[in-house]
């Protein structure tokens, strides 16, 4: 079977001496090594002469679910990225981390995995679109890893191929050196060479590998190539009365780009709850007797290749994942989401499931989250959605006609003033969407990583975790690509808080049935009012959904009496210490000249009319 893969000769060498090489053929079989053929199993790995269990795996009747021994392993650790080769980077480098060369534990790597039962995955990285040849190779026992990434990409029957099988990218797992190596810590090293992009994950968890690691492999190749992978969501909204619109949702992790595709939602009664304040328990409620209709198109990461665009002025965008690796945090009880409850229970397909409660030969439920050690549910349980398995899907390339950005913001009162100061909706003239996606706010309690303090970045994109390469040369792109499509239009969208109001997700809920029932992503200029921040653009007016208007509290927080513009104000001074504070990474040579000049603009504190006289912003 290995005759069909072309590998370097060290892997080829490392799987002719394995105890054993499985090549799975089919989904079904990925599933029942998954399993471990058995109802109820624990993934362990010798360290240093004692065994330690990693994950345990319980079969259920809708899939596997897979639990992590340690609160730390169930959520990526954003500085898990390591580089060990020579070429330009902004990361750190193995040798400056750790004080030796790489080559070392290269060799013990190999030498582990020579030693065990192995499995090799080959998939398609990108599908049509890029096509770019990828294998795992994986002790077997991680079956649900393997099965995971299979989902995850573009999983490829090796007697069904035609010709060899050379990999551009080789992930090579091997859990236990995070405890003989490095503390116990997800690590994660990216060795690039002109031919091979190689992962060599040290860790279980599949988010920075798998995931975010395969996201680095399609930065690293589309910064060679002059492209972008964004990290975003994308939705196709139809109105009841057939007008449609595309929404892409860019924005760091946790910043709502699954929940945009999802279906807005309400209470018992079937009401929508808009948000409650925190300090006098008022609610706010709104009644929408028939939602748009949503046919979603990616999830996290899609392509902007120059093979996609063509002469409409807008951002034309194609997913390039094969599944959908979906945080269910925010589903705490049944009939929260009636559509993504009914797909998990009722899979056609065994489904990945992980940090959720189960026994085996039950019903993995997604609203029972694993507890963490403090009793708390697991922020970061998911569930991995095969997008062939997903109502209403769309697979071509699309036009986008609204680019938003989300931003997870923690509230706001005149005792406790914060960056929760952002309204509703913002409307955002072009400089200003390129600077939000240069300083990337990864913002308040964010679920899918370990703790951070403070207002922290994702780094350029929102990808810039991901990114093993130049910021500036990212910063470029993306200005080209904002240039180029005029007619794309950019909003912001906060996500847990608007002031003092807990809101969830509903800011782009509500966002995404009114710009589409409105019919366009015109927006009238005397509706539109300059925010007291310059960085927020405009605010709206009013905002009216199937007849009823959104209070100015949402709209615009100042007006709340809880933050009033005292605390505004102050909400704002740290908005923008915190944009002069990554903007400075950027202020180097080879940055484009415009670039610079939008970014002095914001280091003087400029005026909203200054971003529109850079770039100007169709209304």
């Not at 002059?226 to 007008?243: D, F, L, Q, R």
Request: one cysteine or more; charged letters at 25%.
């Amino acid at each position: 079977m290995l005759d069909k893969f072309k590998f370097p000769e060290y892997v080829t060498k490392c799987l002719n001496e394995a105890k054993s090489v499985s090549v799975p053929k089919t989904r079904n079989e990925l599933v029942g090594i998954a399993l471990g053929g058995v109802d109820d199993f624990a993934v362990e790995y010798e360290v240093n002469g004692k065994p330690v269990v990693e994950a345990n795996v319980v079969r259920c009747k809708n899939g596997a679910v897979v639990n992590y021994a340690e609160d730390y392993m169930r959520r990526r650790d954003p500085d898990c990225l390591i580089i060990s080769d020579e070429n330009p980077t902004d990361k750190p480098r193995y040798r400056d981390v750790f004080k030796k060369e790489f080559s070392e534990l290269k060799d013990q790597t190999f030498d582990w995995l020579k030693a065990q039962d192995l499995i090799v995955v080959p998939v398609k990285v990108g599908g049509d679109s890029c096509d770019y040849e990828t294998a795992l190779i994986a002790p077997k026992n991680a079956g649900f890893f393997a099965c995971g990434l299979a989902d995850l990409q573009f999983f490829v029957n090796i007697d069904e191929y035609s010709g060899v099988f050379e990999p551009k990218c080789l992930i090579y797992l091997a859990p236990p050196f995070r405890h003989t190596h490095f503390d116990g810590k997800q690590i994660v090293v990216h060795n690039r060479s002109d031919s091979l992009y190689e992962l060599y994950a040290y860790n279980l968890y599949p988010g920075p590998s798998a995931k975010k690691g395969i996201y680095s492999f399609l930065l690293h190749t589309g910064e060679r190539e002059g492209w972008i992978a964004v990290h975003t969501s994308a939705v196709k909204v139809i109105t009841p009365y057939e007008n449609e619109i595309l929404i892409m949702h860019e924005g760091a992790s946790g910043g709502g780009k699954s929940e945009m595709g999802e279906h807005i939602h309400r209470d018992e009664n079937g009401s929508v709850l808009v948000g409650q304040n925190i300090e006098t328990n008022e609610k706010f409620y709104l009644h929408i007797d028939e939602p748009c209709e949503l046919h979603p198109i990616a999830d996290d990461i899609a392509i902007c290749h120059p093979n996609l665009q063509n002469n409409s002025k807008k951002l034309v965008v194609k997913d390039v994942e094969a599944g959908w690796f979906v945080r269910v945090d925010h589903i705490k009880k049944y009939g929260t989401d009636p559509n993504l409850e009914k797909a998990c229970i009722h899979t056609e397909e065994p489904l990945i499931f992980m940090s959720m409660q189960a026994q085996p030969n039950s019903t993995c439920l997604i609203w029972e989250h694993t507890l963490d050690s403090n009793g708390e549910p697991c922020p970061n349980p998911r569930v991995i959605r095969p997008r062939r398995l997903i109502e209403n899907i769309v697979d071509t390339a699309v036009e986008i006609d609204i680019r938003s950005f989300g931003v997870r913001t923690p509230p706001c009162t005149k005792a406790r003033p914060t960056y929760g100061i952002i309204g509703l909706m913002h409307i955002l003239p072009p400089a200003l969407g390129w600077l939000w996606r240069l300083t990337a706010p990864r913002g308040h309690n964010n679920p899918s990583i370990v703790e951070t303090d403070g207002m922290t970045s994702e780094g350029i994109g929102s990808y810039g975790y991901f990114l093993t390469g130049s910021v500036v040369k990212q910063a470029n792109l993306l200005l080209e690509q904002i240039l180029a499509t005029p007619s794309t239009r950019y909003i912001l969208l906060p996500n847990q808080h608007i002031g003092c109001y807990a809101v969830g997700f509903m800011p782009q809920w509500i966002a995404r049935e009114y710009i589409a029932r409105r019919g366009g992503a015109k927006f009238k200029q005397e509706l539109l009012i300059p925010s007291r921040s310059s960085l927020l653009g405009y605010c709206l007016d009013s905002l009216k959904v199937d007849g009823q208007f959104i209070g100015q509290a949402f709209l615009r927080p100042e007006t709340q009496p809880e933050i009033g513009i005292e605390g505004f104000d102050i909400g704002a001074r740290v908005l923008s210490d915190f944009f002069k504070k990554e903007l400075e990474k950027f202020d180097m040579p080879g940055l484009h000249p415009l670039g610079k000049r939008i970014i002095d603009i914001c280091m003087n504190d400029g005026t909203l009319q200054e971003y529109l006289d850079v770039i100007p912003m169709r209304y």
